[in-house]
């Protein structure tokens, strides 16, 4: 089998890169691991920045999510028992959207296969060869029988656990990784949400989060152990916690209970390899970097890669050389390195560390009072939260 561009991984990022060189007039082939059902209904992020949400626009696969998509125009930061607004769209002009991801994955999948795109779900045994050469190769096994795909260029869209980082030879990648003292505990509710936007709690007893899937769907985090067990937090458990994490200072809860639907806990780490790329193959979206989800910037920034990649593989193929492509990883880590400083900030800032003494929580929570207080505060955490420019 040959095509132009092979890619591993059918999570937003490796989707979406088949999507804009599709459009481009480029051919790409996607090898994905799991079942279509599965990865249409793995629950993950949830928060769009515009420029998301733009791009999905501008190239047709934007219509459900206007229809069903709720936009944001601000959130809640709450600390000591009290709500603060920041106004994201007065401040920025922006607006973020709450759509999840596993949404976005079934409209891309949608389209893919509404052109006829090749896209294989449950392939095994991936591996990706002659990546120094110009005719690097994958071979997989699907439906029985081992086949090699042979194209110009790899993109490794694989995810944290995938194979593409791990088949680049030691010493040539340089990673940088920081593992926070918790995680968090995430529960899907068929009940309101707390409030018409989101509410980003720093409390004694930890950090705690009240978003939502739609008017009648809540999603809500809790900060916890790393190795929490789940089983130890039967859901009145779970209540009890958020409405101690959410209360106001007159000791009222903005939760609305309901049915818990699904529970799980995220670990949290910031990490980033450099570069983001080996001879023919490019590393894109969680493949290369992981953020802890404070900051809702996971998807995003796999979708900020893509365009990239995207861009410099379209010069590629129009003649323009490897001028772009050379400059992919290091144009995208000027992006993820601020989208890594923003979400370890808000983590550090919202987060209860363990062995707290009393200074860095009066830190903390002098922090939170300048965001909100200030303009100049709030428009830091604002234009950060709406999502930077993309890079030119
Ligand atoms: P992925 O979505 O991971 O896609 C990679 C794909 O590659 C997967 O479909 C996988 O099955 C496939 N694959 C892996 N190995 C192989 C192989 N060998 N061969 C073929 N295919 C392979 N971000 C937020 O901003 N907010 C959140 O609340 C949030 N919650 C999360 C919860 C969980 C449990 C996880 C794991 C992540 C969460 N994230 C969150 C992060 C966000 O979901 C990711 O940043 C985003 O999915 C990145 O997209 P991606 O396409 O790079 O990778
Ligand atoms: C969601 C997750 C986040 O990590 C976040 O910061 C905002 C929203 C969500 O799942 O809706």
């Given at each position: 089998m040959r095509t132009q561009v092979g890619i591993v991984g059918a999570g937003p990022a490796g989707l979406l890169l088949a999507h804009l060189l599709h459009r481009a007039g480029i051919d790409s082939v996607i090898l994905e691991a799991?079942?279509?059902?599965?990865?249409?209904?793995?629950?993950?992020?949830?928060?769009?920045?515009?420029?998301?949400?733009?791009?999905?626009?501008?190239?047709?696969?934007?219509?459900?999510?206007?229809?069903?998509?709720l936009p944001h125009e601000g959130i809640?930061?709450?600390?000591?028992?009290?709500?603060?607004?920041?106004?994201?769209?007065?401040?920025?002009?922006?607006?973020?959207?709450?759509?999840?991801?596993?949404?976005?994955?079934?409209?891309?999948?949608?389209?893919?296969?509404?052109?006829?795109?090749?896209?294989?779900?449950?392939?095994?045994d991936v591996s990706v060869h002659d990546l120094e050469g110009d005719y690097p190769s994958i071979r997989f096994r699907h439906e029985g029988r081992d086949q090699v795909l042979h194209c110009d260029v790899i993109a490794g869209c694989d995810g944290f656990h995938g194979v593409c980082r791990d088949a680049i030879p030691d010493?040539?990648?340089?990673?940088?990784?920081r593992v926070y003292p918790f995680a968090w505990l995430g529960i899907l509710a068929e009940a309101p949400p707390a409030s018409h936007e989101l509410i980003y709690a720093r409390h004694e007893r930890g950090f705690a989060l009240a978003t939502m899937r739609s008017t009648s769907l809540a999603?809500?985090?809790?900060?916890?152990?790393?190795?929490?067990?789940?089983?130890?937090?039967?859901?009145?458990?779970?209540?009890?916690e958020l409405h101690a994490r959410m209360a106001g200072r007159d000791g009222v809860s903005p939760i609305k209970e309901g049915p818990i639907l699904q529970k799980g806990v995220t670990a949290m780490?910031?990490?980033v390899v450099e570069p983001m790329r080996h001879g023919r193959l490019f590393l894109a979206g969680d493949a290369a970097h992981i953020v802890p989800p404070t900051g809702a910037k996971g998807m995003n920034l796999?979708?900020?890669?893509?365009?990239?990649?995207?861009?410099?593989?379209?010069?590629?193929?129009?003649?323009?050389?490897?001028?772009?492509?050379?400059?992919?990883?290091?144009?995208?880590?000027?992006?993820?390195w601020k989208a890594q400083r923003f979400s370890w900030w808000m983590t550090s800032m919202l987060h209860r560390f363990d062995g707290d003494d009393p200074f860095e929580h009066k830190v903390q929570v002098a922090e939170l009072d300048y965001v909100?207080?200030?303009?100049?505060?709030?428009?830091?955490?604002?234009?950060n939260y709406v999502g930077l420019p993309m890079e030119a």
């Open positions: 799991r079942s279509r059902p599965y990865v249409e209904e793995r629950i993950r992020a949830g928060l769009l920045e515009q420029g998301t949400v733009d791009i999905l626009t501008e190239t047709g696969v934007g219509d459900r999510l206007h229809r069903e998509g809640e930061l709450r600390f000591d028992g009290q709500g603060h607004r920041i106004a994201l769209t007065d401040l920025t002009g922006k607006r973020v959207t709450i759509y999840g991801q596993q949404e976005v994955v079934k409209d891309l999948i949608a389209a893919r296969l509404s052109y006829g795109g090749p896209l294989l779900f449950e392939v095994e010493g040539v990648l340089r990673a940088y990784e999603r809500h985090y809790i900060q916890c152990r790393p190795d929490e067990d789940i089983a130890e937090w039967p859901d009145d458990r779970i209540w009890a780490r910031s990490y796999a979708v900020a890669d893509i365009i990239v990649l995207a861009r410099a593989l379209e010069a590629f193929y129009r003649g323009k050389g490897m001028a772009l492509l050379d400059a992919y990883s290091r144009t995208a880590l000027r992006r993820i909100c207080g200030s303009e100049a505060g709030s428009l830091t955490l604002a234009e």
